[in-house]
């Protein structure tokens, strides 16, 4: 997916890159689109009002795999954010044995350490090789005297036959780095995650942490161990965490699937229901803007953005507490997938799974051909399945291909330099007989 700077992030050319992506569903990408283009006006704005300008969040409705996930994540990907999908149902209130509400911001601040350190390795790569090189000369030529013009040279010499890989393959002896954390596998995890530290981090308070132990491996595992090691020594994770938790606070993007298994359609006295309104009630402060506790310091979630999704098949996003509607503004319905859909999913997304069929399958030499009336077909095979069975939109797809091409998967090998179509003729032979069977139909398809 293509990086767009951010001011050239316009809401068209954010629509027309998720295009390449995901078939339909226009009001939503619109949606989301006109999300992103504000955070970037927001930044423009006079510093006085900039705190005051809150994310507009977003309730995508629609049945399962339709597209809303892969419309948030595609976001992500093309601002670069720092993006954490969750689940509703898998957190409970504070009190309750469970996941509570507030790791999620701590889930988000880690992947921003991850993207943040990923693109700072660029910075520090060279002097690391450097380093790696040399420390790895040094495990070749052990008590080799610098001074000695000789041995200066016989240096030079392993130098080069490293660089082309021909020490690949001998075995040196390096010291690793072993994360030990003696004496407190008695403690649960959850307990400190609640205070932003996780079990290494304990580990180090009491005398454990990181230390290192040695290891025989070949010069070419030596040398992937030796540079991570040597990365980590030049990153400077101060700046490292200042920079992720500032993106964090005004890129952040929170995915919240299932968002309608926690909306409660009455105001009955029922523990489950008493539960579902209290991790709502959890949820609502992170969503209106608080502060989070993390092991690399505190964040602020008033300029996260929140995008919740739900079929709401037994409820509607009205059952949610009103204080946690009033943090959704924007509500976009995602429709069903149609054969035409399913059409255009086979065949024209960047991504789309026959080109991904066809490319694993050149891996094999074979050539996979797919005629324009087997595409057709299996798409009315998909859109039939869901309509006479679950409805689980383009997720079908993966399914009836896998069905469709199992034989050919399984005698690829053999295949080698043939070209195979697949006709419309083939997809009815392979698939009717499971189709017309609704019993058959819900066990395999």
């Not at 299996?378 to 679950?390: L, M």
């Amino acid at each position: 997916m293509n990086l767009i700077s951010e001011d050239s992030l316009t809401p068209k050319g954010i629509v027309e890159e998720l295009d390449k992506y995901i078939i339909g569903q226009n009001e939503a990408k619109k949606a989301v689109a006109i999300a992103l283009r504000n955070r970037y006006r927001r930044k423009l704005v006079p510093e006085d009002i900039r705190e005051e300008i809150a994310p507009k969040n977003i309730i995508m409705i629609g049945p399962t795999g339709v597209g809303k996930t892969e419309i948030a994540r595609r976001l992500a990907k093309l601002c670069r954010a720092p993006f954490v999908k969750v689940e509703a149902t898998k957190y409970t209130e504070v009190g309750y044995v469970g996941r509570d509400v507030e790791s999620i911001v701590r889930d988000l601040v880690n992947v921003s350490i991850n993207l943040v350190k990923k693109e700072m390795r660029e910075s520090v790569l060279d002097d690391a090789e450097k380093k790696t090189e040399e420390i790895l000369l040094n495990h070749l030529l052990p008590g080799q005297d610098e001074r000695n013009q000789s041995e200066m040279t016989t240096r030079e010499k392993f130098r080069g036959l490293l660089n082309e890989g021909k020490l690949d393959d001998r075995f040196v002896e390096i010291m690793v780095n072993s994360n030990v954390s003696p004496g407190i596998e008695m403690f649960s995890g959850a307990g400190f995650e609640a205070m932003g530290i996780n079990l290494s981090d304990l580990g180090n308070m009491f005398g454990g942490g990181t230390k290192q132990k040695k290891k025989k491996v070949t010069v070419k595992q030596a040398k992937k161990l030796i540079l991570e090691q040597e990365i980590e020594k030049l990153l400077d994770m101060d700046k490292v965490a200042d920079i992720a938790i500032d993106r964090a606070e005004n890129d952040g993007i929170v995915f919240i699937d299932e968002i309608d298994k926690i909306a409660v359609k009455s105001r009955s006295s029922s523990g489950g229901e008493v539960s579902r309104e209290g991790v709502q009630r959890d949820l609502l402060p992170i969503v209106e803007g608080s502060q989070v506790n993390t092991k690399y310091g505190p964040i602020k979630t008033d300029h996260v953005l929140f995008i919740a999704s739900g079929a709401f098949h037994m409820s509607k996003p009205s059952d949610l507490i009103p204080e946690l509607q009033g943090r959704f503004p924007i509500r976009v319905e995602l429709k069903s997938l149609s054969k035409d859909d399913f059409y255009e999913i086979l065949s024209k997304p960047k991504n789309a799974l026959i080109t991904q069929y066809k490319e694993l399958l050149k891996t094999e030499n074979v050539d996979l051909v797919f005629t324009d009336d087997a595409i057709h077909s299996i798409a009315q095979y998909a859109y039939d399945v869901n309509s006479d069975t679950e409805n689980i939109g383009a997720r079908r797809l993966h399914t009836i291909l896998e069905k469709l091409l199992e034989d050919i998967n399984f005698n690829a090998v053999e295949m080698s330099g043939q070209k195979t179509e697949i006709t419309g003729d083939f997809v009815t032979k392979t698939l009717k007989s499971i189709t017309e069977n609704k019993d058959l139909s819900k066990y395999i398809l």
